[in-house]
T-cell receptor, first 112, second 113 residues
């Protein structure tokens, strides 16, 4: 069966520090991968998506970047975090177009 | 469209009653719709989906209705239970968009005893 792993679950980082959040999917090949951010009490904002290794599409201009070094690995990064980067970050995958997503358990990121 | 920046509307329902959560979607070319449930501190979980060639689909205690004429989607939960308390999101997928889902605002369902 397919599973998605996202870590860490919580993270507290100082302003100006770097960031690396990792997401891996097991049990499937060539998934579509997504990074979403959710501010407290708000909806879901798509940050990046990827349809293949090395293929990254950015949805909104921001302080973050994404990479897909392997088929089932998706990484969200920043060189210097801002206070506004705080939020709940969710990774998701889907197998084909016109299919639903399966979400990871999320990372609660607090910038101090 | 995107729901960033909007406070979540809240629906309060008594335990045992039926709940109806509504969603207006934006794109008439969307051909696939999903409802997700998100409990506090967790990732959204799939509840039920429907394709645009259908107008109703039923699951266990849940029914999704699709009205393409007015671009409206609803989720009905029968005999609402305390465990149904969560935020519910609708999502739409437009064909040919690399499976990108556009999420609705979200509705917080509060079940009272």
């Amino acid at each position: 069966s397919q599973t998605i792993h996202q870590w860490p679950a919580t993270l507290v980082q100082p302003v100006g520090s770097p960031l690396s959040l990792e997401c891996t999917v097991e049990g499937t090949s060539n998934p579509n991968l997504y990074w979403y951010r959710q501010a407290a009490g708000r909806g879901l904002q798509l940050l990046f998506y990827s349809v293949g290794i090395g293929q990254i599409s950015s949805e909104v201009p921001q302080n973050l970047s994404a990479s897909r070094p392997q088929d089932r690995q998706f990484i969200l990064s920043s060189k210097k975090l801002l206070l506004s980067d705080s939020g709940f970050y969710l990774c998701a995958w889907s197998v084909t177009a016109g299919a639903g997503y399966t979400f990871g358990s999320g990372t609660r990121l607090t910038i101090v | 469209g995107e729901s960033v920046g909007l406070h979540l509307p809240t629906l309060s329902v008594q335990e045992g009653d039926n709940s109806i959560i509504n969603c207006a979607y934006s794109n008439s070319a969307s051909d696939y719709f999903i409802w997700y449930k998100q409990e506090s501190g967790k990732g959204p979980q799939f509840i039920i989906d429907i394709r645009s060639n259908m107008d109703k689909r039923q699951g266990q205690r849940v029914t999704v209705l699709l009205n393409k004429t007015v671009k409206h989607l609803s989720l009905q939960i029968a005999a609402t239970q305390p465990g149904d308390s969560a935020v519910y999101f609708c999502a739409e997928n437009m064909a040919g968009t690399a499976s990108k889902l556009t999420f609705g605002t979200g509705t917080r369902l509060q079940v009272t005893l």
